[in-house]
């Protein structure tokens, strides 16, 4: 039985050689990119997860009755948060199940391209959706006193101006990464 683990072992660190070798019992763990997470770029992804879900839970919360008022600048904002929240979900799990697709994804234009995009849509829809909030939703909300709808909007146009960064951040360091200076 020793003899087996053992040359499993072995079989596992020549066929799998970024791993390290682990007992029986986290075999499992050694399958996914747990690493990958601990880098910045990681944390980056995290991190525009997270603020993707709070602008969209909140858009859906309390914007989603006030959408003839409101009109393009919700559907704008709310498209693109979906958009970009699914498209990095989906890179993330990709490089946490393979360190393979990490490095082939990463050395291509996708993600350059995707960060770009992705930064320029939140910028826009975030400013459509101030001069919406301002123009069209601040005299309603002086006529209903004491809702917490406009500083739920605030919020979000507000995250979405930082996403816009972040995402222009994670296009210029896939760009590095692309160059190879990274």
Known sequence: ??????????????????????PLSCMLCSCFNIQYFTTSY???????????????SLMLFYGTKYIPTIGTSYESFLSTVAGCLMTTTVISVSYLLSRNTETLVRSTLFEIIFGIFASLCYISSSSLLTIALYAILYPVLMVIPFTSLFSAIMLTYILGFILGALYAIDAYWAYKYYKGFS
Not at 1 to 22: C, D, E, G, I, Q
Not at 42 to 56: A, D, N, R
């Open 42 to 56: 990681g944390i980056l992804k995290i991190i525009q997860i997270i603020l993707g879900s709070i602008c969209q």
């Open 1 to 22: 039985m020793y003899f087996l683990f053992f040359f499993f072992n072995k079989m596992y660190m020549v066929s799998r050689p970024y791993t390290r070798a682990a």
